[in-house]
């Protein structure tokens, strides 16, 4: 009888699971998905009675897109700005991580450095194009240094504000066990700021999508950059909509990328979440 009994409240309760009510918080990738829906029907409905010299829409930026695949000039111009990209940010983020760890566990390094980091961040990088003009020409290295400062703070400052934050008595414990230095570096303070410095990268994509633009719109112009520049003079703005819309969706699938990488490096910090 008591098995019995334990038997029928196991099937009332998988009966309730069954007859849960709707709730949208089950459904975030639908939600996800409908808003980019109506947002580009919108956009589609809306634009084709707007002027095309003003604003295209969805449809005729697909066509533009084929277009310009069909006959190459993307491709060519979206694998020079990517090289220069990937050669930028990988600088950035190797430099921004070791220099913010450093900072952040050893005062002598912070006392150092911080009255120049603090500076360059706060100084506008259009600023120092001209200078590095001249240091390093109208080529690639200029635009190589434009991506690096613009991905090197996000990275650098959110990786020190994270090993600020590890808690001392995590550095206690490791050294009550006999953890040495390098191990309370490597065990602890590494994985502790980890959420911060992959943070600190999602913000350093996007600042150096917006500093390699940067660099090919005042060097030499090439890249997507000569496409925003030549497609905005020649007003048309379907054309000029495609290189904006590819580095749009670069910038999301990169941050989705290293959200997911996040999330398996450091799968604790979801657990602890106030959601």
């Not at 009510?21 to 409905?45: K, M, N, T």
């Not at 084929?66 to 990988?90: D, M, P």
């Not at 450093?102 to 603090?118: A, H, K, Q, T």
């Not at 990088?125 to 613009?150: D, E, Q, T, Y």
Request: glycine share 8%.
């Amino acid at each position: 009888m008591v098995v019995n009994t334990i038997e029928q409240q196991a099937l009332a309760e998988l009966a309730l699971a069954r007859e849960r009510p709707f709730h949208v918080q089950d459904h975030l990738s639908a939600v996800r998905l409908a808003s980019v829906v109506f947002v580009v029907l919108v956009w589609e409905i809306f634009g084709r009675h707007v002027n095309p010299l003003f604003l295209s829409y969805p449809s005729a930026i697909a066509r533009a897109f084929v277009n310009l695949l069909a006959t190459g000039e993307l491709v060519h111009q979206a694998i020079g700005s990517l090289e220069v990209f990937a050669i930028g940010l990988s600088a950035a983020l190797t430099a921004g991580i070791l220099i913010g760890l450093f900072m952040g566990r050893y005062r002598l390094v912070e006392y150092l450095l911080d009255p120049y980091v603090y500076a360059l961040d706060a100084t506008p990088r259009v600023a120092l194009i001209p200078l590095l003009l001249l240091w390093f020409g109208l080529g690639m290295p200029s635009k190589i240094a434009i991506v690096f400062l613009s991905g090197l703070f996000p990275v650098l400052m959110n990786t020190f504000s994270g090993v600020r934050t590890v808690s001392a008595q995590l550095v206690e414990i490791g050294r009550a066990y006999g953890a040495g230095e390098q191990k309370i570096f490597t065990k602890i303070i590494v994985p502790a700021s980890l959420p911060f410095i992959m943070g600190g990268i999602r913000l350093a994509v996007g600042r150096a999508l917006i500093g390699i633009i940067t660099a090919e719109m005042f060097t030499a112009v090439s890249g997507m950059g000569a496409l925003l520049v030549r497609y905005s003079a020649a007003l048309a703005t379907d054309k000029f909509f495609v290189p904006v819309i590819f580095l749009a969706l670069l910038g999301v699938g990169l941050s989705s990328a290293v959200e997911i990488l996040q999330q398996r490096l450091a799968p604790w910090k979801e657990t602890e979440r106030a959601l």
